[in-house]
């Protein structure tokens, strides 16, 4: 069972940047993705990392303001976002599957079978 722990979430003004990370504390975890769920709407992908590092892939929503990323020596993933708006105000979860190749389809959560408890991102105008 892979067990995710997610941190680095807080207040910004928009325009701002935060960096998300995400730890493997156990198991093995190949595609690793964000998903974010505002206040009342459903829970939506962000981006999402092969166990390689070689194929990342957003939504447009996210494109050119959020880099994901991986340090293997670490266990962990990062979620760098850069120019924030209060519409990127969500709970952040970070998300794993043990699939050895990620496609860019994947994008729903039940591609993703382990989940972490979210950290919260809040973004004010």
């Known amino acids: 069972q892979v067990q995710l722990v997610e941190s680095g979430g807080g207040l910004v003004q928009a325009g701002g940047s935060l960096r998300l990370s995400c730890v493997v504390t156990s198991g093995r975890a190949f595609g690793m993705a964000w998903f974010r769920q505002a206040p009342r709407k459903e829970r939506e992908f962000v981006a999402s990392i092969s166990r390689s590092a070689s194929g990342t892939y957003y939504a447009d929503s996210v494109r050119g303001r959020f880099t994901i990323s991986r340090d293997h020596a670490r266990s962990t993933m990062y979620l760098e976002m850069n120019s924030l708006k209060p519409e990127d105000t969500a709970v952040y979860y970070c998300?794993?599957?043990?699939?050895?190749?990620?496609?860019?389809?994947?994008?729903?959560?039940?591609?993703?079978?382990?989940w972490g408890q979210g950290t919260q991102v809040t973004v004010s105008s």
């Open positions: 998300a794993a599957n043990n699939r050895i190749m990620l496609l860019p389809n994947m994008r729903s959560q039940s591609d993703f079978s382990s």
